[in-house]
């Protein structure tokens, strides 16, 4: 299978089974869509007649083709689909951990997945004993794994600040023990990041995610206090040296985008304006009938954000100043093996997320749906028929998967929002899978418009 | 005259990259 499509100038052809990416003319760009279907005489006679090139040259086109087709470059068959009947089952151990720590917040943003960090329950904070059992937990369970990740969420997580601290701490005592190496990450809205907190970070956590929605009237829409009052002038000067101090390690100030500022590409100008530049902006996770909620009739504002996005990257990579977009770092060379491309986040199998009293979920997204619940870091995992049905959630579980080139880029998409969607993980959260595509179509256009490769000639 | 110009991206299990949602641990090391 191919996807051939067009970027500013740039013809490009994607290889979904290979993974090979190609560069080509006009002309090749053609007889490249053409040989899927049509004998190569057949071909080599459309090209001569669309593009006036003589039948020498097309020849050698097609010849080219074929090597690429012969190197398995191009056109490249399905090896991989028995690979997902069984990979997770075979190997069913514990890597991730989301350590629900505070189900409260200080803010109440009316969007929240989280229902104001409560999970559809009662306000909670983890205390350290149930943090602690969790680490043993994953440790117990983490088998062959070396590296394992502790991520603190709530809520917000720093309303149980001192509780991280000495999980994190316990965390370093026991990664020795046990000949592993924990990365832990916390994502913060700000209110209460402070020299102590940033201090600690930058010791401590491999990753800090900083939630700002970017230009302020954007941000204070629906990141309010419980007084309504905005968070904006609050946690932007905390942001600013946080990340002032924090060096090369990693940071991501993370917005997320509704119905009400689809032109989410002023909200990334916000940002960089403020002097952030490591991104990311996301699509509003929230129930359909929602006002915030995207909607078919914003998707091709949407598109076209993505794109002049990718366009300011490549501008801004041309001036020396960079920037970093989620969503578009794109590793091609040394990237994920095909394992993890079909297998996707391990939600449900090797990551879980962990309740304040100690209940396990399959990720942070089911954690409040009562048939969801998999078990207990006391008990284990006993819903294994569950757990199984995750095992089985790839990129070759749905059927509508199969024709859809992108499926070894998002290794079937997000469980949670294909349930959110349809009812069912194996179900397919349509919008999600068209905003998807678009995002990996920019990112490789980004790549190979920043790659200093020679760009073939038009014919 | 070129008019293909392929990419290098790499040929199509450790467990040990990051979990991702909310690189290559082996090739990078």
Redesign the interface.
Known sequence: MIHCYQFDGLNIVLDC?????????K??YDMIRWYENLPAEEVISKAVEKHGISRE?AEE?IA??DD?KTAG?LYAPDK?EHLAKD?RKK?I?I??L?LHVAHTCNLNCSYCFASQGKYHGERAIMSYEVGKRAIDFLIENSG????L?I?F?GGEPLMNWDVCKQLVAYGREQEKLHNKNI?FTL?TNGILLDDEVTEFCNKEMHNV?LSLDGRKEVNDRFRVDYAGHGSYDRIVPNFQKFVAKRGDKSYYMRGTFTHYNTDFLNDIKQMLDLGFNELSMEPVVTDPSSPSAITKEDLPVIFGQYEDLARLMVERYNEGRPFTFYHYML???????????IA???SGT??LAVTPWGDLYP??QFVGDEAYRMGSIYEGVLNTELRDKFASCNAYSRPECKDCWAK?YCSGG?AANSYHASGDINGVYEMGCDIFRKRIECAIAV??LT?G?????N? | MTRIVTVETRDLGCGECQTSCKACEQLNK
């Open positions: 089974y290979s993974g090979s990416i190609h560069m080509v003319d002309v090749a040259d086109c080219d083709i690429l470059k991989y990979f190997n151990k890597k991730a989301c062959f794994h070396k590296n990740d991520d969420f990365r994502t995610v590793d091609l060379t040394c990237g994920p093996c095909i394992y993890k491309r996707g986040c391990g090797e990551y990720c942070h070894l997000c790549k190979l790659s490769l020679e760009q073939p000639g014919g």
